[in-house]
């Protein structure tokens, strides 16, 4: 089991390295899209230093802790697309019906699928998120330690609800723009700080949009230093990862081809 | 037949807006989106309210303001993808065949995007409408508002047309435009308030605000309408003018020296 392991993190470390260089030869574009989110990022924080400025509490949360909530998030974002690009566009995929690439190849369908493309804004957010960490928050060696840590468990989550949301499509048909929504739903709650949400929608972003995972447990986790929440941002972040690997394997049953011809490079 | 030249490019708009909502899905996904955006903000704007201990801030209720974020981001979310269909038209050449047509290639556009443009808004307003009236309640807008917000929301779409095609129109010199377009998208969101009122941010950053062309693309229109305001609508009226001189200017030097640079090679 070690030895697959392995193996298949040598599998994504070659291709998110080949990814890269056919994005690279358009260094252009490659540069021009990835600065332009990490400025997108920026103006966001931006807002948020004005409204902090403004009003300098929101309920127990500072201009301090907005910054780790956009910087783990955008890190999470960025590390989970930039290397498992395909779960951006895996509706898509299903869609059209353009698996069958991914399906007759000797490897495991799911990850092999994962980390056949990179999303290009991904690796300005991904930048954004740990720079603006170490710049604004200034951390220690344990935070430091600890925010690489959980944005690896952020990336996990925002793959696994990519696949879920994803996988939606074997079952309805086109599910794509149900699959958009439901990731923007979660993509924004995880930018506004948990305390605006109570009740129901409490419930709602610990389970259905899994913003709690994605940003609020692991803002709490380097608040505190508390490896507990770390641990239970991690346990979610496998929970949505395991939801969305069986959704897809089981809808893989219904897939259709596309009898299509691709070339993957 | 010989159309004139209005009855084209209203034609033009009349079925870009048409088949803008054909497409039923993409229209309730928008809805969905605004109804999630405007909760998150209704819940933001409740705490400060409350902590503030105040019932007005930079002028407004709790009620004005999240019908302003109503108004803004309705207008912000209609914004159609007018720079990367340039930019795809001139990577494919397809902007050539284009340019044979009797048509201006940006008047077709501009009335392209405004027949888009309009449904969006109106879909954005809709539903946003729906949601607010069930969060916070109505307002009442005075009649010299609306008339002032619905004299000036045409000329801020026209404004923000011109700003993207100028960016579109750069695919001439660059590999990608899509960073570009982020960037302006950006300014027009924070200096054109679309998260808060330009009253509400920092006495500095408010005079900056003011002075540029994005707050009378979002803030403007959206100020009238919830509040009114002849200064603000004298203010909104003297930065469009300048938006429009300012990114016309720009579109204008930007396409002469772009349409030098086609050539056909027949085929």
């Not at chain 2, 490019?9 to 605004?34: D, H, K, P, Q």
């Not at chain 2, 002028?59 to 340039?86: A, C, D, H, K, N």
């Not at chain 2, 047309?161 to 570009?180: M, Q």
């Not at chain 2, 004298?234 to 086609?262: D, N």
């Amino acid at each position: 089991m070690w030895k697959s392991f392995k193996n298949y993190i040598g599998l994504l470390i070659a291709y998110t390295q080949i990814n890269l260089n056919s994005q690279l030869e358009y260094r252009g574009a490659f540069i021009s899209e990835a600065i332009g989110m990490l400025i997108n990022d920026c103006f966001w924080v931006g807002f948020w230093l004005i409204f902090f400025r403004r009003f300098p509490v929101l309920q127990g949360w500072n201009a301090k802790d907005i910054v780790t909530l956009w910087a783990i998030s955008a890190a999470g974002f960025g590390v989970a697309y930039a290397v498992m690009g395909n779960s951006w566009y895996l509706p898509g995929l299903i869609v059209n019906g353009q698996l069958d690439l991914w399906m007759l190849q000797p490897r495991a369908v799911l990850p092999h699928l994962l980390v056949g493309r990179t999303l290009v804004t991904a690796w300005g957010d991904a930048v954004f998120g740990y720079l603006v960490y170490l710049g604004f928050v200034r951390p220690d060696l344990h935070h430091a330690a600890l925010f690489v840590l959980l944005s690896l468990s952020v990336a996990m989550a925002f793959v696994g609800l990519g696949v879920l949301t994803a996988s939606l499509t074997f079952y309805l048909g086109n599910g794509t723009l149900l699959a958009e929504q439901w990731r923007f739903a979660a993509i924004t709650f995880s930018t506004y700080p948990e305390s605006l949400f109570t009740g129901a929608v409490k419930l709602l972003l610990f389970t259905a949009i899994p913003a709690g995972f994605i940003s609020y447990i692991p803002v709490r986790a380097l608040r505190n230093l508390s490896l507990m929440d770390a641990g239970l941002a991690a346990m979610g972040s496998i929970g949505i990862m395991a939801a969305g690997a069986a959704a897809f394997y089981l809808g893989l049953r219904r897939y259709e081809s596309g009898n299509l011809i691709s070339m993957n490079g | 037949m010989n159309a004139n030249p209005i009855t084209k490019y209203t034609w033009i708009g009349y079925t870009a807006a048409r088949s803008n909502l054909a497409y039923v899905g993409e229209v309730i996904s928008r809805a969905a989106f605004m109804a999630v955006i405007l909760y998150i903000f209704m819940r933001l704007w409740t705490v400060v309210y409350a902590e503030a201990g105040a019932s007005r801030l930079g002028g407004f209720t709790i009620q004005q303001m999240i019908w302003y974020l109503v108004l803004t981001e309705s207008i912000m979310l209609s914004s159609p993808r007018v720079s990367m269909e340039i930019d795809e038209d001139v990577r494919t050449g397809r902007l050539s065949v284009q340019l044979l047509r009797p048509l201006s290639y940006a008047l077709t556009r501009l009335a392209q995007t405004l027949g888009e443009r309009i449904v969006r808004f109106a879909v954005n307003l809709f539903a946003g409408t729906a949601v607010v009236l069930i969060l916070v309640g109505p307002i009442r807008p005075s009649l010299s508002g609306l008339i002032m917000f619905t004299f000036l929301l045409p000329v801020a779409f026209v404004v923000d047309f011109l700003g993207y095609f100028a960016i579109g129109l750069c695919a001439f010199w660059l590999e990608s435009t899509a960073g570009l377009m982020i960037i302006y998208s950006r300014f027009t969101m924070l200096a054109g308030g679309m998260l808060m009122p330009l009253e509400v941010f920092p006495p500095r950053l408010q005079s900056i605000a003011r002075r540029l062309p994005f707050s009378s693309m979002v803030y403007g229109p959206a100020r009238l309408f919830v509040a009114g305001g002849t200064d603000v609508f004298r203010q909104t009226l003297i930065m469009q003018i300048a938006g429009l001189f300012l990114f016309g200017g720009i579109v204008l030097g930007l396409q002469r020296l772009a349409f030098k640079r086609i050539q056909n090679h027949g085929g």
